[in-house]
């Protein structure tokens, strides 16, 4: 009888810790969901733009720039520069653009959490514009890079406008738009003319009457765009005939659907060196008004 109340004893204790280690474990339990959870410390993120699903998508006319960054591009707008993001699948139609090209594009506007003042543009289409360059879309002045005397520097270049086009020339010229006629400054005999060819013309017909008129002056030689190295960009023709005191071209290129003709006189003397590539540059940013 005494060995079954010590059995009872011992039962009942054994019992009692079980139940009291159970209770221990479920407060502990309780203890570490109630406990902060540990985080890692993270970046602050600059706020996010808030776009409406519904977003209005805008037109847009403007030049362009270039790349401020990979997803990034500048855009002059009534003349005026301003940044647009790129959205999900224009970066190689933006890649594909060049410096002063007219573009046409589409883009929606997002405020900044916070902050809505501030308006984020993105675009959503981008692509050049065919036909005319405004000429409010152009900037007044813009920079252009040469290797002067074997020497790269960079040199400022002023919106002028003719008959039908604008170009950019630089402090070395004066720009008669009443003649059409692009002039050096020290020297009145280095200059260019410039007339903006009809629809329709004929390239064949332009190359025969320049090799009449150049063969006076000496051999007339044909460039090819590839052999060379003048600031003019691309070009449908240029005929070049050198004398022993003159030499002269003719040109013939074409930009966005608009030919332009230049004929260009260069006598041999001092500022030779600096007139070609600045009138080089100058023909190349021409553009259709």
Not at 52 to 77: C, W
Not at 94 to 110: M, S
Not at 158 to 181: H, M, P, R, S, V
Not at 274 to 279: K, T
């Given at each position: ?47 996010a733009p808030t776009e409406s699903p519904n977003a209005e998508t805008k ?205 260009v006189n260069q006598p041999v003397g001092e500022p030779t060196e600096g ?15």
């Amino acid at each position: 009888m005494k060995n079954k109340n010590i059995t009872t004893k011992w039962t009942i204790l054994l019992s009692s810790t079980v139940l009291a280690a159970f209770l221990l474990s479920a407060c502990n339990g309780n203890n570490n969901n109630n406990a902060a959870p540990t985080t890692s410390p993270t970046e602050s993120a600059t706020p996010a733009p808030t776009e409406s699903p519904n977003a209005e998508t805008k037109q847009g006319h403007g030049v362009f720039v270039g790349l401020a960054d990979s997803h990034t591009v500048e855009i002059t707008v009534d003349g005026e520069a301003a940044a647009y993001q790129l959205g999900e699948g224009t970066e190689e139609a933006a890649n594909a653009l060049k410096e002063g090209d007219a573009v046409t594009f589409e883009y929606t506007e997002a405020a900044i959490e916070g902050d809505a003042t501030v308006k984020v543009l993105t675009i959503t289409k981008i692509e050049k514009a065919a036909g005319d360059t405004p000429a409010k879309d152009l900037p007044a002045t813009k920079d252009f890079k040469f290797q002067l005397e074997g020497n790269e520097e960079t040199r400022t270049g002023t919106l002028a406008k003719g008959e039908g086009y604008a170009l950019y020339i630089f402090e070395q010229f004066k720009f008669d738009a009443a003649a059409n006629k692009l002039i050096m400054n020290v020297d009145n005999n280095y200059y260019v003319e410039i007339s903006k060819l009809p629809e329709g013309f004929k390239l064949d017909d332009i190359k025969a009457d320049a090799e009449k008129e150049l063969a006076a002056t000496g051999d007339v030689q044909t460039i090819d765009p590839k052999d060379s190295s003048s600031m003019i960009g691309d070009f449908d023709l240029m005929l070049k005939a050198a004398g022993d005191k003159l030499t002269k071209e003719v040109i013939v290129k074409t930009v966005d659907g608009a030919s332009f003709l230049f004929k260009v006189n260069q006598p041999v003397g001092e500022p030779t060196e600096g007139f070609s590539p600045l009138a080089s540059a100058s023909m190349g940013s021409i553009v259709s008004q």
